[in-house]
């Protein structure tokens, strides 16, 4: 059963454009999410992340938006740029002293130049 | 500098043999973890430690072993009894008082 589900398993936008990436969950525990940057053979790099608390969290051209009634996150890169191309993950966890991360299966992302 | 540092970054194995990836990390971050990527199937948690001498299995444990003798390293044995070990493997470490998890670099176990 996959808990974290990014729905798209690749996006092509061009360059200079709005880059929007979406993921929902079903389990209503997760209270913080996270967004990951991987490219081939390298471990993946924390982008950005929110908590269940609010709605919207920005750091520069990346913000990330929470819809906790649907279980949506959606992640905007504004600009988008051609080092933006890589495989994104978004992440959950629910807290706790047992603190882990599930993971969505990626988007790959292509900025067109 | 400080990281967290996987080796070695290519392995070969032959079918039936057990082989170790090391994880180091100088964060000094209190949890670690042991994902493994495949194809299409995103990261999937193998064990993870939230404590020296303390560990948990994850969603797909099986075939696989690990150890937390000190703070720092956090080695993943891949067993024989491990159906299908042919992957990228993920070691990442948090410090308890944070919701971040880093990651190392990575290895490559390859099955021949």
């Known amino acids: 059963d996959q808990q974290v589900k990014q729905n798209s398993p690749s996006l092509s936008v061009q360059e200079g454009r709005i880059s929007i990436l979406n993921c929902d969950y079903t389990?209503?525990?997760?209270?913080?999410f996270l967004w990951y940057k991987k490219y081939p053979a390298e471990g993946p790099t924390f982008l950005i992340s929110?908590?269940?608390?609010?709605d919207k969290n920005e750091d520069g051209r990346f913000t990330v938006f929470l819809n906790k009634s649907a279980k949506h996150l959606s992640l905007h890169i504004v600009p988008s740029q051609p080092g933006d191309s890589a495989v994104y993950f978004c992440?959950?966890?629910?807290?706790?002293?047992?603190?882990?991360?599930?993971f969505g299966k990626g988007t790959l992302l292509t900025v067109n130049p | 500098d400080g990281g967290i540092t996987q080796s070695p970054k290519y392995l070969f194995r032959k079918e039936g043999q057990n082989v170790t990836l090391s994880c180091e990390q100088n964060?000094?971050?209190?949890?670690m973890y042991w994902y493994r990527q495949d194809p299409g199937q995103g990261l999937r948690l193998i064990y993870y430690?939230?404590?020296?001498?303390?560990?948990q299995k994850g969603d797909i444990a099986e075939g696989y072993s690990v150890s937390r003798e000190k703070k720092e390293s956090f080695p993943l044995t891949v067993t024989s009894a491990q159906k299908n070990p042919t992957a990228f493997y993920l070691c990442?470490?948090?410090?308890?008082?944070?919701?971040?998890?880093?990651f190392g670099e990575g290895s490559w176990l390859t099955v021949v």
């Open positions: 990442a470490s948090r410090l308890h008082s944070g919701n971040t998890i880093y």
């Open positions: 389990n209503s525990m997760f209270d913080y």
């Open positions: 929110i908590s269940s608390i609010k």
């Open positions: 992440a959950a966890s629910a807290g706790g002293s047992n603190y882990k991360l599930t």
């Open positions: 964060l000094n971050h209190d949890a």
């Open positions: 430690s939230q404590i020296v001498n303390d560990f």
